[in-house]
């Protein structure tokens, strides 16, 4: 097994940039209606619905892209981990948390527009946001504190 490189001390740099960017990536997506007097899918033209439904498919689809990116970032970080006891839970928790993730965001994603494009905007947002906090609380601080134990081991 290869051995923690020293310099991965820096993990917890990259996976805060990470969370900081995929905040900034989202947020908005909830605001995409420009129409401010009285926000209503049903009333906007044709032409104008269809380019909301492009803008929130697009945010969609990159911030799906970027989380399996940074998803594949982290559980390398995992993988260069020795296995004690606690590394090994940690990891199948952390990993199964991305899964179950991954899946939720995608039934998310799959029901836009079913109701108002417009509330499931501002959900997703409120979804990755949220998620985010709580993922970087719940695993990623203690991922970033095994990493920094074997790393200067």
Known sequence: MES???DLNLAGVRIDRDHRALTKLIEGVGR???ETAQPDCDRCPAQRYAACIAAVADVGGRVMVFLLD???YEER???LLPQTPRVHRHCL???GEHVEFSTRYNGFVSRLGSDSLLAGAQGLEELVIAWTREHALK???ELTGLIRLYACA
Do not use: G, K, S
Request: net charge neutral; hydrophobic share 35%; with cysteine.
């Open 93 to 95: 928790d952390h990993r």
């Open 4 to 6: 923690v490189p020293r």
């Open 77 to 79: 970080l995992m993988r």
């Open 139 to 141: 695993y990623d601080e």
């Open 70 to 72: 940074h998803f594949a």
């Open 32 to 34: 995409i209606c420009t």
